[in-house]
Nanobody, 120 residues
């Protein structure tokens, strides 16, 4: 029943903006939510994460351009991407570090991913 559903990917020109959304369901408690991305031939890398009520982490490459927010009541995390660059092109994956009902130790969970393509 665990599910992370992303939306909002697409094609945008350099300098443009896109907003991503991820809705989580089936979890008992979500400690951290956020976004990772993976370009072809590269390792999956952190974009931004946020704890339930506390710290936010951004990759250095997106600081000042991307904004993460979280609606705990809706179990949803958002990523507003501004001033997009071609190097931002990747599959973006929603991430949750969470407890599933019946487990005592949190573990990572991943969405299916949504493609973001930034043209020059």
């Amino acid at each position: 029943q665990v599910q992370l559903v992303e939306s909002g990917g697409g094609l945008v020109q350099a300098g443009g903006s896109l907003g991503l959304s991820c809705a989580a369901s089936g979890f008992f408690s979500i400690i951290t939510m956020g976004w990772y991305r993976q370009a072809p031939g590269k390792e999956r890398e952190l974009v931004a994460t946020k704890t339930r009520v506390g710290p936010i982490n951004y990759a250095d490459s997106v600081k000042g351009r991307f904004n993460i927010s979280r609606d705990n009541a809706k179990n949803t995390v958002y990523l507003q991407m501004n001033s997009l660059k071609p190097e931002d092109t990747a599959v973006y994956y929603c991430y949750a570090f969470a407890l599933f009902t019946g487990r005592s130790v949190p573990r990572p969970y991943w969405g299916q991913g949504t493609q973001v393509t930034v043209s020059s």
